[in-house]
């Protein structure tokens, strides 16, 4: 579907229909997208899908409760169901071994993978990443309480960008239609809700995975960050190069949480230079 570029191809992932997208040939390489109201896989991978497709077999999928993936009425989020959803693509793909790339919540997916299975993955490059114990910050959590209108859309996108020049109000107004498509906000209210205290820090704390486990991780990694990330702190990429033994750690300056959009080239240059090594 051409004018749909956000929806490709479906497939059954560990008994969720899911929504991905895939370009290129070679080595696989899945990319997990983030937690951004109205996210899509497309809109987090759409500048780095047409990058890593000349030299990879890259594949995008929606996770369940964004984009469009299936949203079975029964489904209990968290970071065990989405990884287990990307092990069932896999699965279902026939793909036994492929580097994963996880951005924010995604990292979160791509460190619990690799914990649980070590032997399907390649490389992880991890760009701006959940996964380990962190206070959370007004960003983060404004961005999980988003309520949909286009004012609070635009403020979501002021804690993203680190360049006034990329949240502008027509970019405001495709993300927030885009999150008031059918089922989006009633899936994506469901997910981080607040406490009773209005925190919602045990979301932060759920999608962690024990540092135990960080440590005995073989894999080489890649850790990309924003410098001025106000939505998952620079700390977060500094203690996963130190808890994972091969890590290499990648800071950009004047760069937000969106390293893959407001450092495209960089970024695209860094990851594919990474993997192919």
Not at 86 to 92: C, K
Not at 187 to 192: E, I, K
Request: proline residues 5%.
């Amino acid at each position: 579907m051409s004018d749909r570029p956000e929806i490709g191809a479906t497939a059954d992932a560990n008994g969720i229909k899911t929504n991905y997208l895939e370009a290129g040939q070679g080595e696989p390489v899945v990319l997990i997208h983030g937690s951004g109201p109205g996210v899509t896989s497309y809109a987090n991978w759409r500048l780095v899908l047409p990058a890593l497709a000349e030299r990879f077999r890259a594949i995008a999928p929606d996770m369940v409760g964004f984009g469009f993936t299936e949203r079975p009425n029964d489904v209990r989020y968290g970071v065990q169901i989405w990884a287990d959803q990307v092990v069932g693509l896999m699965d279902t793909l026939d793909i036994p071994r492929a580097h994963l790339v996880g951005n924010s919540f995604g990292g979160a997916i791509a460190l619990r993978i690799a914990a649980q299975h070590s032997d399907r993955v390649g490389k992880l490059v991890l760009m701006g990443s959940m996964g380990v114990p962190f206070t959370i910050t007004p960003g983060l959590d404004r961005v999980w309480g988003y309520e949909p209108s286009f004012e609070n859309m635009r403020s979501v996108l002021d804690v993203f960008a680190y360049s006034r020049d990329l949240v502008n109000d027509e970019l405001a107004v495709v993300r927030y239609q885009g999150s008031i498509q059918p089922g989006f906000q009633e899936s994506f209210a469901a997910m981080f809700p607040a406490d009773e205290n209005g925190s919602r820090q045990r979301w932060v704390d759920a999608m962690t995975t024990p540092e135990e486990q960080i440590r005995a991780l073989p894999h080489r990694a890649l850790v990309v960050h924003g410098r001025e990330d106000q939505v998952i702190p620079l700390e977060t990429s500094l203690k996963l190069e130190q808890l994972i033994d091969n890590a290499d750690l990648a800071v950009f300056s004047h760069c937000g949480h969106w390293s893959m959009i407001e450092r495209t080239e960089d970024f695209n240059r860094l990851v594919r230079d990474f993997l192919t090594d």
